[in-house]
């Protein structure tokens, strides 16, 4: 509106100025046709030529604001339209304008500023008659008129652009709200969202672009809030998983430090996670300098075993590390993941079974020999002497027999190692168990004048077992200790009740006992504190390992307490329950 303003009033001034001075010319040139006959003289002699111009110049060409001046050839005023100005007539106007039209020059025209501060517009005609310049036409007229018109158009524009301005004010506010009040709230709840708070909507004021964005971030805000809960729910599946893994897990940066372990890889190495944090791979796991170095580089990622002590005292673990390397896309590798799979018992019972294998190898390839020699030697002639011809029979008949009662014992503990040995359990008489095991070793006892004490606590009747089974565990027990108690000793069975309603029965020897190093293995399968003399005597080195299987199966455990050279103990539990399930 201020450029359309300028521009209008300015062609306005222009189109005023030029029609007032184009009015004004061709009242001069009309003036001046009307006067150059007068001014030749041309008038009747009847009449005074300054008067007819007179009323020519006051009653034709009356000008508010004007004055109009005829001069004759000399520029000497006629007469003037205005009487104020009477005092001019005689004499010469010396105008530049008059001298300009005095010598024929048609366009002449000035603006002026009188003294009392109006803007005036000169223009001067000159006056021809017969192509000879009889005078000239003097013009003055006030633009002062024209100059308010300007100024009433101007004070039009200045008020329009002043409403349009307080209107503007007023509608950009209004306008400016409704724009930044979404704003303000699409940024208010983008701070909510930064600051992890996804349940905020942000409202939508319309379907205008900042209603789309509006509804942009809420469907962002909604798709975000998904993805962080699938992110979080993944993230509480994958800390779950590492913390009830039964496999130690340690993830480690691109220098082998490391940055995550699970609970299990704490306890493994006998340290908590805090303490792990930026320690060295390589020093955790006592690997040597160039392997860290290569576990660094992502080099030598095998399988491997280590033994670690968790603590100070503390017996080694035998653990299985497998490496494996971290790979981010266009970075390579970023680190490295260990897993730390205790096999400690699989170790162990590897180990167990290798010497097994080896036990049994042994047990049978001694006897085998031993036929073998001596059948050798019946071929080679000793069948010929009767004498030495019976013992070698006895001979090969007892390794027979040894060998026979080891394939049993196998047999039975490969049938409890498989659970194929069912138990058939029954109501028995505790007490009248005891004394027989007791008849069955009566002349063995008898031979080597052992006592036999039983011993049957108060409350103690009857129990669900498996009479077979106990049977055997009790004869393994009574023969070791009738092999290990010298002659003149005390063998006591006895039958007791536990605080935790088991049954408890043990045996009882004075006899040479076992030295604490073997204790922990004595059940062990061919396991043997003195393998010469026990092999002499007859026994499998197996018994033990029988009679645990046995009282496993029944729900109890076995232990042994020896000093020795001061005899031995052997206490198995049973579950006391009898038909109906009440207690004997």
Do not use: C
């Amino acid at each position: 509106m201020q450029l359309i303003g300028v521009y209008f009033v300015s062609a306005m001034k222009n189109s005023l100025t030029s029609n007032f001075t184009t009015d004004l010319q061709e009242r001069a040139e009309l003036m001046s046709v009307l006067a150059a006959k007068t001014l030749a003289g041309g008038t009747d002699g009847e009449e005074d030529p300054v008067e007819s111009l007179q009323i020519m110049v006051n009653n034709l060409f009356n000008l508010d604001g004007a004055e109009i001046q005829v001069l004759d050839a000399t520029g000497r005023v006629l007469t003037t339209s205005l009487s104020s100005q009477a005092e001019y007539v005689g004499n010469k106007n010396t105008q530049t304008v008059v001298s300009r039209a005095l010598q024929g020059i048609r366009d002449n025209e000035e603006n002026i500023l009188d003294d009392d501060g109006i803007r005036k517009k000169v223009v001067a005609k000159p006056v021809i008659y017969n192509g000879k310049i009889v005078g000239a036409i003097y013009i003055v007229a006030s633009m002062n008129e024209l100059y308010e018109t300007m100024q009433w158009i101007n004070n039009i524009f200045i008020s329009g652009i002043l409403l349009a301005l307080g209107l503007t004010a007023v509608l950009g506010v209004i306008l400016s709200h409704t724009i930044t009040h979404p704003i303000k709230e699409l940024t208010k709840h983008a701070r909510a969202v930064a600051e992890g708070r996804f349940t905020e909507k942000t409202p939508v004021f319309g379907s205008d672009e900042i209603g789309q964005l509006s509804q942009a971030f809420n469907y962002m805000t909604s798709r975000l809030r998904e993805a962080l809960s699938q992110n979080e729910e993944e993230k509480e599946k994958l800390a779950s998983i590492l913390t009830n893994m039964s496999d130690g897990v340690i993830a480690t940066d691109e220098s082998g430090r490391v940055i995550l372990m699970n609970r299990r890889a704490g306890q493994m190495l006998g340290v908590e996670g805090e303490e792990l944090a930026g320690q060295e791979i390589s020093a955790l796991l006592g690997l040597a300098q160039p392997e860290g170095d290569a576990l660094s580089r992502g080099e030598g990622l095998d399988s491997r075993l280590l033994e670690i002590a968790p603590r100070e005292g503390d017996p080694a673990l035998t653990m299985r590390v497998t490496f494996t390397p971290i790979h981010r896309r266009d970075t390579g590798i970023t680190g490295t993941i260990a897993v730390l799979q205790d096999v400690t018992e699989q170790e162990q019972l590897e180990s167990s079974r290798r010497e097994f294998v080896a036990n049994v190898s042994h047990e049978l390839r001694t006897p085998l020999t031993t036929i073998k020699s001596y059948t050798e030697a019946l071929g080679d002639g000793a069948l010929e002497d009767t004498q030495l011809a019976s013992r070698f029979v006895n001979v090969i008949q007892n390794e027979t027999g040894r060998m026979i009662r080891l394939v049993t014992d196998l047999l039975h503990l490969s049938r409890l190692d498989s659970k194929e040995a069912a138990l058939r359990k029954q109501k028995v008489d505790i007490v009248e168990m005891l004394e027989d095991v007791e008849d069955r070793f009566s002349f063995q006892m008898q031979q080597k004048d052992i006592t036999a004490v039983i011993d049957v606590k108060e409350g103690i009747s009857h129990a669900m077992l498996d009479r077979d089974g106990i049977d055997q565990v009790l004869d393994n027990l009574i023969s070791n200790a009738l092999k290990y108690t010298p002659d003149g000793g005390k063998i006591t069975m006895e039958a007791a009740l536990t605080g935790q309603g088991m049954l408890s029965l043990s045996v009882s020897d004075t006899g040479i006992g076992i030295p604490k190093k073997d204790l922990e293995r004595i059940f062990e399968r061919f396991y043997r504190v003195d393998k010469a003399r026990t092999r002499n005597m007859g026994g499998t080195g197996l018994g033990l390992s029988i009679a645990r299987e046995i009282v496993r199966a029944h729900g109890g455990h076995i232990t042994l307490h020896s000093e020795l050279e001061q005899g031995t103990k052997v206490t198995f539990t049973l579950p006391l329950v009898v038909e109906g399930g009440k207690s004997a």
